[in-house]
């Protein structure tokens, strides 16, 4: 069986008007969670993406080798926010094609035409309640899964209590998803989660300022289960864009292909590192957002063990 590992993404990202007013999504691109518009048709007559081949890394290989991509472009409109999904990619340099490709697909196709734009370094908006009242349901509508963290009651399956959108009030926010392939057979979702949290979520506490977001959806540990390995829901969209994808994140992505193939390939030495681990400082780094803290933890995890690229902390 092919455990990759790969990583896919599903970000949001808000959009704003000609008046740079970031203005809801609803009805300027369509698709549902249920129902996403898949787009890889799109990107195949803009890009050259061949039909009897799939990217990897820049390069086209063909279906059914153990560096292909897998999975669609897709778009659809979560809440009052744009969402976007790519393949899951073997490689860093894939990972970062495929977003550009997705963002560029969005915005040629769907975007340009309606004179509407990406609102780039935008985490959280707070919407008039006349603007989310006129969008009925859909503005109401937040997440189709239950989400679990890793630190809560194994009793209850670390399924975290559920909240609505009346919690959020008037706030709205994007988040940066990641999706892990791994072998789920040397490591339980919860821990792979944890590991997640010092390997990418302690190190993006540097560039990722969440505030009141941090309370909803980006506590530490967020994850959900997947057949392939994990969604990973701590981190916001902050990593969208260019800059930090050309500086920040493809060192931040090494930290994670190092955790995913250490799994697949020395669980042992891992399950070692991991039990050496405060993750009580893990925890309070992330949710505190505490950058002092962070330094302490991150020097903690590499002397378990924990790989780092020092381009992934500041």
């Known amino acids: 069986m092919d455990y990759g590992p790969r990583i896919g993404a599903d970000p949001e990202i808000f959009v704003h008007n000609p008046d740079k007013k970031v203005i809801p999504i609803c009805g300027l691109v369509g698709g549902t969670k249920e129902y996403p518009t898949i787009i890889t048709d799109m990107v195949k007559s803009l890009y050259g993406y061949s039909p009897e081949g799939v990217r ?33 990619s073997p490689s860093v340099v894939g990972f970062r094609d495929n977003i550009s490709i997705a963002l560029n697909t969005i915005k040629t196709m769907y975007l340009s035409d309606k004179k509407v734009d990406y609102r780039f370094n935008r985490v959280t908006t707070k919407f008039s309640s006349t603007t989310l ?30 909240f609505c959108a009346m919690d959020l009030g008037p706030f709205r926010f ?7 392939q ?7 979702p919860h ?10 979520g302690v190190p993006s506490i540097f560039h990722d300022i969440q505030g009141r977001r941090r309370r909803f959806y980006g506590q530490p540990g967020l994850y959900r289960e997947k057949p392939y390995g994990i969604e990973y829901r701590t981190l ?16 931040a992505l090494n930290g994670v292909f190092w955790l995913a193939e250490s799994i697949n390939t020395q669980p042992d030495i891992l ?13 309070e780094a992330i949710s505190s957002e505490n950058m002092p803290m962070a330094r302490k933890t991150i020097n903690q995890l590499i002397a378990s063990g924990i790989y780092f690229s020092s381009g992934s902390i500041g």
């Not at 009242?133 to 670390?158: K, M, T, W």
């Not at 994007?174 to 892990?180: A, T």
């Not at 791994?182 to 339980?188: F, L």
Request: overall charge negative; some cysteine; aromatic content about 10%.
């Open 182 to 188: 791994y072998n789920k057979n040397n490591c339980e």
């Open 271 to 283: 399950k070692e590192a991991y039990s050496k681990i405060d993750f009580d400082m893990v925890r």
């Open 236 to 251: 916001s969209n902050f990593w969208l864009t260019p800059h930090t994808r050309d500086t920040w994140l493809p060192a």
């Open 56 to 88: 990897s890394g820049g390069a086209i290989v063909k279906d059914g080798s153990s560096l292909a991509d897998i999975g669609d472009f897709a778009v659809q409109e979560d809440n009052v926010m744009l969402e976007f999904n790519i393949p899951a």
């Open 133 to 162: 009242a006129s969008h009925g349901r859909q503005a109401l509508e937040i997440g189709c899964e239950p989400d679990y963290d890793a630190y809560s009651n194994p009793a209850v399956g670390f399924k975290r209590a559920p």
């Open 174 to 180: 994007c988040g940066g998803h990641l999706h892990v």
């Open 191 to 200: 821990i792979f989660a944890q590991l997640m949290d010092c390997v990418i």
